[in-house]
T-cell receptor
């Protein structure tokens, strides 16, 4: 158990609808990343939030958006759902700290939640 | 861009046999490499990581991996597989983001089946 929780566990939506997925970070973590894992594939990076601001984004359209709250919990919102959005959505939290060596201090282990399985019909 | 390749989609081994899962990376400098395991319905659990130093890395659950720069590989090994090791295994590499954060780039995974 990593201390990262996600809700809901499963979700079924129809094409064109909107969905919000939630993530509660591990205590003390200030950074959250979201990944999409399609069936039979490895997770793909969607975006990362640090101190409530988007810190980097993968190759996903703008209809994928996110929020990070002051308590470091997070939401992933997907608008205008498409069939290909069916996937397991994983969030991961980490503690990002600054340091003298930007390379060494720029990576801190990401702890993954159990995921939300989204099915789009 | 950094990437990892896992050539084997499925591997079947007998319980008690040794295991080696392959991972090849593409990165000019010394990469940060990871192996994760995912059981059905579960999130990703970190098995081990390589940042620098000793090229043989020990992880949890009896797993180890060896970083070989000459072969651009980071293969995962276990001397004796247990039935509970059946799961999907992902190799991953860190990419630093422009904004200063980082992301993990995963391979497509290797599904391990253990025969009793």
């Amino acid at each position: 158990e990593t201390g990262v929780t996600q809700s809901p566990t499963h979700l079924i939506k129809t094409r064109g609808q909107q969905v919000t997925l939630r993530c509660s970070s591990q205590s003390g973590h200030n950074t959250v990343s979201w990944y999409q894992q399609a069936l039979g594939q490895g997770p793909q990076f969607i975006f990362q939030y640090y101190r409530e601001e988007e810190n980097g984004r993968g190759n996903f359209p703008p209809r994928f958006s996110g929020l990070q709250f002051p308590n470091y919990s997070s939401e992933l919102n997907v608008n205008a759902l498409e069939l290909d959005d069916s996937a397991l959505y994983l969030c991961a939290s980490s503690l990002e700290v600054s340091g003298d060596d930007p390379w060494i201090s720029s990576y801190n282990e990401q702890f993954f939640g159990p995921g939300t399985r989204l099915t789009v019909l | 861009a950094q990437s990892v390749t896992q050539p084997d989609i499925h591997i079947t081994v007998s319980e008690g046999a040794s295991l080696e899962l392959r991972c090849n990376y593409s990165y000019g400098a010394t990469p940060y490499l990871f192996w994760y395991v995912q059981s059905p319905g579960q999130g990703l659990q970190l098995l081990l990581k390589y940042f620098s130093g000793d090229t043989l890395v020990q992880g949890i659950k009896g797993f180890e991996a060896e970083f070989k720069r000459s072969q651009s590989s980071f293969n995962l090994r276990k001397p004796s597989v247990h039935w509970s090791d059946a799961a999907e295994y992902f190799c991953a590499v860190v990419t630093i983001l422009t904004g200063g954060g980082n992301k993990l780039t995963f391979g497509t995974g290797t599904q391990l089946k253990v025969e009793l």
